[in-house]
């Protein structure tokens, strides 16, 4: 990072620091005078990008997602009251740039080139599971790999440039992965405390891909409120357009590299392989393999208990930065961490050893990464070669576990009790052996 980086990013912390006590202090007032700011409508926010923009979202016809963001803004009003203005601006940011404008860019370009829908993404790589359980690390790692394509943070944020004559020009992607570092660096500093996120949010390097899907089924911005569970509880109840959200994140993935097609030549397409992670993917393993017939599933596995307890931490840490009503209500925390995780070790449960599931061990990661990662490239159809293994060492070593400091957690610190999570998941810790 140059000099000038520096400054603009401790400037911008400093400024950011300033603003979150700003909207604490502020909102505790407001919050006893009665009056109200950052309340967020659906509609205003709709027609808010159309007078910036100039366009439409035509996904506001669709009822289903219309009313799936009327019922987001209505769950951000009602969990972050006045006196947790903080929670609601930073809710209305996210809806804001991760939601509402990329859709806007993405349906114009969409529009300008209809060849985008002929790409072809081919046998790509879903990494999914309980969370908190290695599969970041393993993402990363098979990112190493030739002909390996993953996403960035910059690019779910801003995938195409506003002016439409930039949008193969190579030097734009420089400039907006430059600008996202200096805002993910203020950011991070100033909200993350990384020891419980071990997630470490960067422009280029390999990101999840909650980011794009929640553009259509609102998994970030529920997430926040009641954890993964809460995350894709809306999806749950919405079978068909959850397949429809899918097939528009596919159509996600042609766009990405139809811009890699034109800017770095048609060459980089064809032997490309998406390596895809998220643990909201869970669920719906099959409408994954409905939309991806020839996609390869990865389900890692860890030891409830301690994904559980890593869940509630985790929650908990992003309710420092994202305050709700149940900041400090430990045993909620612990219960909506455990309805997810009993949800996802049930159902991989009841997939059983599926001959197009390949199954890996958290302990098998942490203890042999290499040797897991040559497992799965032979499984998947990836070369594994030297120049590979060198990558993967120096990753490794670059990163090493506890590299932001060692994230303690207990489940009896929610209320949860590690015996009675482990009997009622025995089958599970039975079949994949943690």
């Not at 455990?338 to 958290?362: F, I, P």
Request: proline share 5%; net charge neutral; charged share 25%.
């Amino acid at each position: 990072m140059s000099s000038s980086s520096r400054l603009t990013v401790l400037v911008g912390i400093v400024a950011l620091t300033i603003w979150v006590f700003t909207l604490k202090t502020l909102g505790r007032i407001l919050s006893f005078v009665g009056i109200r700011l950052f309340v967020l409508d659906a509609e205003i926010l709709l027609r808010e990008v159309e007078r910036k923009y100039g366009r439409k979202i035509s996904l506001a016809e669709n009822p289903v997602w219309i009313n799936g963001l009327r019922s987001v803004t209505s769950r951000i009003n009602g969990e972050c009251p006045d006196s947790l203005l903080l929670g609601r601006w930073i809710r209305r940011e996210n809806l804001m740039d991760n939601v509402i404008k990329p859709l806007v860019h993405v349906e114009a370009a969409l529009i300008r080139n209809p060849a985008i829908v002929d790409i072809p993404v081919t046998r790509p790589v879903f990494i999914t599971g309980t969370g908190r359980n290695g599969s970041t690390l393993l993402q990363s790692l098979m990112s190493c790999y030739h002909s390996v394509r993953y996403l960035t943070f910059s690019e779910c944020y801003e995938p195409v440039p506003l002016d439409a004559s930039r949008e193969f020009d190579p030097q734009w992607r420089h400039q907006r992965d430059c600008r996202w570092a200096d805002k993910i660096s203020i950011f991070q500093s100033a909200l993350y405390d990384l020891r419980v996120y071990s997630h470490v949010m960067s422009p280029d390097l390999p990101e999840e891909c909650s980011f794009l899907l929640s553009r259509y089924l609102f998994w970030n911005q529920l997430y926040t409120f009641d954890g993964p569970y809460g995350g894709v509880s809306w999806s749950l109840s919405h079978p068909e357009f959850t397949h429809k959200a899918y097939e528009m994140f596919k159509r996600d993935l042609q766009l990405f590299l139809y811009y890699d097609q034109n800017i770095a030549g048609p060459a980089s397409v064809p032997s490309c392989r998406f390596v895809l992670k998220c643990i909201f993917h869970t669920p719906f393993h099959y409408v994954i393999r409905q939309v991806f017939p020839d996609a390869v599933i990865i389900r890692v596995h860890r030891d409830p208990v301690e994904v559980t307890a890593s869940h509630c931490s985790l929650l908990r840490g992003i309710h420092k930065g994202f305050p709700t009503r149940i900041d400090d209500n430990f045993e909620k925390i612990g219960e909506v961490s455990l309805k997810w995780v009993t949800m996802c070790c049930k159902q991989m449960t009841s997939e059983g050893r599926d001959s197009g599931l390949l199954d890996v061990r958290y302990l098998d990661l942490m203890a042999d990464p290499l040797g897991v990662c040559a497992r799965i490239a032979n499984a998947v159809g990836l070369e594994h070669d030297s120049d590979v293994e060198q990558k993967l060492i120096s990753h490794l070593e670059k990163n090493p576990k506890h590299k932001h400091g060692v994230h303690m957690y207990s489940p009896t610190d929610y209320g949860l009790n590690p015996t009675h999570i482990r009997r009622d998941l025995t089958k599970y810790c039975e079949m994949f052996d943690v």
